[in-house]
């Protein structure tokens, strides 16, 4: 029995050492790693606005009447200066040569009025001689008839001969007045001569109109032979050439829009930008209702748009180069930290706080990405994982 007893303990002995030598395998985790990966990141606003022209104008009748030449139709490129239309031109001319007859009678009439004003004054000099004459003449007869030297009759002739010079004194100064008011009447009337002729001459000028800039014909409201009354829409310019995309914007901005600086990209409806430009209007206040300004935004000719149509933008407040990340690499913890796990040469997962700067396009911008020079980080699986786990890089085999 006693042997018996030393085989069971031999047995049970050879069993406890057995079971010491069973090892478990630790558990690992397939995950997918990257580095960092260098890009430009964006902080865009995304907006919709209307294309519309710079510079267009709905050109009016000037003055009333026919529409008798319409030189242009809708659709034809225009230079700045090409001729439009023509309303009424030869009546007009007729009424300019009327008003520069009118001009040549009044000068006339001046020319007359200045020549009876100098026959005027040489009849006062002439006059004002024989009454000087008679004056004397007269004082002497006065002088001689006190001392009975003079007869009485010729006393009285030379009074009547004064007094004849006198008269034709004052007739000579009043036909002096009145030349001189026929040169006022006369230099009056030529001014309003010459300003009808101005007039006519203006109505003239406004009877053609040419395109103030270049341009499309867009529209056309009338046709030729007309007849259109002064202020009547004619035609609708626009500079095709030179557009502007106009957008509102929330007031939250306002502050980071900088006119000639703020850049903002035009994209497709794949959301692929094509063209750039930057904004060159900002309003100078918020409307206090929709809490929204106005933005303008000039169109390159790259991007091949036209008049009315709605396009797509993005607007870049902030743009640089930097490292990052896909997104669901980094992860959001307890008191608003953000972490991404790399893993360490053991193949094991390493939390690591991350400063996330903007998110774009899938990826997060990693500022503190000089901590991390040469890291492997887990770029796919990592919601899986703990600080510290096993991990296995999907594709590779695990190390037996």
Not at 128 to 153: C, G, Y
Not at 179 to 202: D, F, H, M, P
Not at 231 to 244: T, V
Request: with cysteine.
């Amino acid at each position: 029995m006693r042997w018996l007893g030393c085989l069971c303990a031999g047995l049970l002995l050879v069993a406890g050492c057995e079971k010491k030598q069973v090892v478990v395998k630790e558990k690992t985790t397939r995950v997918h790693t990257g580095k960092l990966e260098k890009r430009t990141f964006q902080q865009r606003i995304p907006l919709q606005g209307t294309v519309q022209p710079v510079e267009f104008a709905t050109i009016s009748a000037k003055i009333s009447g026919t529409l008798e030449m319409l030189n242009v139709a809708e659709g034809d490129v225009l230079k700045k200066g090409d001729l439009l239309f023509g309303i009424d031109r030869q009546v007009l001319k007729n009424q300019v040569v009327v008003k520069e007859d009118e001009i040549k009678v009044r000068q006339a009439a001046l020319k007359s009025a200045e020549i009876s004003l100098n026959i005027a004054k040489i009849s006062l000099d002439t006059a004002q001689i024989s009454f000087d004459q008679a004056k004397r003449d007269h004082e002497r007869a006065q002088n001689l008839s006190k001392n009975k030297a003079i007869s009485e009759s010729s006393v009285e002739a030379a009074e009547t001969d004064f007094r004849k010079a006198k008269m034709a004194v004052d007739t000579a100064h009043a036909e002096i007045a009145t030349a001189t008011a026929n040169i006022s009447n006369a230099q009056a009337q030529l001014k309003q001569a010459q300003s009808n002729l101005e007039i006519a001459r203006k109505n003239l000028n406004d009877s053609t109109i040419s395109a103030p800039f270049d341009c499309v014909v867009f529209e056309t409201f009338v046709e030729e032979n007309e007849y259109v009354s002064v202020g009547k829409p004619i035609l609708k310019l626009e500079n095709h050439r030179a557009l502007e995309v106009v957008c509102y914007i929330s007031a939250v901005y306002y502050d980071q829009i900088v006119v000639n600086k703020t850049a903002v990209d035009f994209t497709g409806k794949d959301g692929k930008a094509f063209a750039r430009s930057v904004i060159t209007y900002k309003a100078p206040g918020i409307d206090p209702e929709s809490r929204t300004f106005k933005i303008k935004i000039a169109v390159p000719e790259s991007a091949n748009l036209v008049s009315g149509m709605l396009c797509e933008l993005n607007v870049i407040l902030t743009e640089r180069e930097g490292y990052g990340l896909p997104e669901s690499a980094v992860l959001l913890r307890a008191e608003n930290r953000m972490i991404a796990y790399i893993v360490d040469s053991d193949n094991r997962a390493k939390e690591r706080k991350i400063q996330r700067g903007i998110v774009d396009g899938g990826y997060s911008e990693i500022l503190n990405a000089g901590e991390f020079p040469d890291a492997r980080f887990v770029v796919a699986g990592q919601t899986f994982i703990n600080n510290g786990s096993l991990l296995v890089e999907a594709g590779k085999t695990e190390n037996k």
